[in-house]
């Protein structure tokens, strides 16, 4: 069996595998220990061969005759995932979407660890959330070298979302999670992951006109 | 030239079709009337005969020798993607990622319209968000059918969002916008587009571990 780090991994298996993720986490709360991939196929609606496709990525998880055993595969996943250590992170914005994301005590499960909260207003000094006082921008560089921070919630309007960018790479910050609408320029060695609300939302519109075009066509 | 609407687009290239558009709008708001397709590479970070490729799906919008018509191809664009019509929304879930999602004016400036907000909690009755009132549940169907609303975006946890997107797709929505972290069972005609934001972040630490990885491997 090759090791994991060694194989590379399609953008498009990445993409599947939290929620491989998920659904093992289910299972095992509801106390199923083994799974065939044609019982996973059911759960998940995707095909029985691209869940054994997906998974062989990784190496032999699934017995012949016996399926996957749950908490194994859960554990490597996990692993694969790197949600085996925890990342420390910041949000810089204490908006209302920074707000609802230092909220989300969900994050804390997966080892996500929320440590600083920045905003350039300095009417929000002071505020906490969740016990975590929102602070000024000229304490985030200092603050992402004493903590090490590896994650950087971008959650600031896109005319300054550069330049903070810049910002957090003088600062040695690793990931950033990126709500602005803009794509950031930063090094090789930085990773973007970005969300781009108006995007998700202009797909969704785009299925309703399509819907919409071939209903009107079967007529 | 055949009609856009007799072609089958791939889904790789809608997900792309949002970036494009805003570049092009940003193209519109500077000034700029033409582009070819290489300056557009550049400033996008695709190669040119990616770009060719994926605007070729929509018919003849470039020239040779003259390149693409900025104003031309993001209206054309904009009516793929949906945006020629205006889109009523409720947002059900008034915390903190619904609240942050009423307040962005962006979607307002794209054609999406927010008709309502609703919640179960009956403390949050008589709240406004951007003047728009907080409603209870049991007004959720009336008010669908009465304000042509196409979209509902779930902003509640995933132990109650099944129930809800039942009784949405009852009261006759087109589209869930689901950020609950759950799939949603609805039939074919209704459109979900999912967000699962712990999804993304798994992805972002994904990366990390992938980078550090390689980074040792190196060494």
């Given at each position: 069996m090759r090791k994991v780090e060694e194989r590379e991994i399609s953008q498009a298996v990445i993409r599947r595998l939290p929620r491989y993720y998920r659904y093992l986490g289910e299972l095992l709360e509801s106390g199923v220990e083994r799974i065939s991939s044609n019982d996973l196929s059911k759960r998940m609606k995707v095909t029985a061969s691209q869940i054994r496709q997906d998974l062989n990525n990784f190496g032999g998880f699934g017995q012949q005759?016996?399926?996957?055993?749950v908490k194994y595969l859960y554990t490597e996943i996990g692993k694969i995932l790197g949600l085996e250590n925890d990342h420390n992170f910041v949000i810089i914005g204490a908006g209302n979407l920074g707000q609802a994301l230092a909220n989300y005590s969900n994050f804390e499960n997966r080892?996500?660890?929320?440590k600083g909260i920045f905003d350039a207003?300095?009417?929000?000094?002071?505020m906490s959330i969740r016990n975590v006082p929102v602070r000024m921008m000229d304490e985030l560089n200092d603050f992402i070298r004493a903590n090490d921070v590896e994650i950087a919630v971008l959650t600031i309007p896109k005319s300054v979302a550069i330049e903070v960018a810049k910002d957090l790479v003088d600062a040695g910050i690793k990931a950033i999670w990126n709500f602005a609408h803009v794509d950031l320029n930063v090094p090789d060695n930085v990773i973007v992951e970005n969300v781009h609300l108006i995007e998700s939302l202009m797909r969704l519109s785009y299925n309703i006109s399509r819907y919409n075009e071939e209903h009107k066509l079967d007529k």
């Open positions: 005759g016996y399926g996957y055993n080892g996500f660890v929320l207003n300095p009417t929000l000094k002071g």
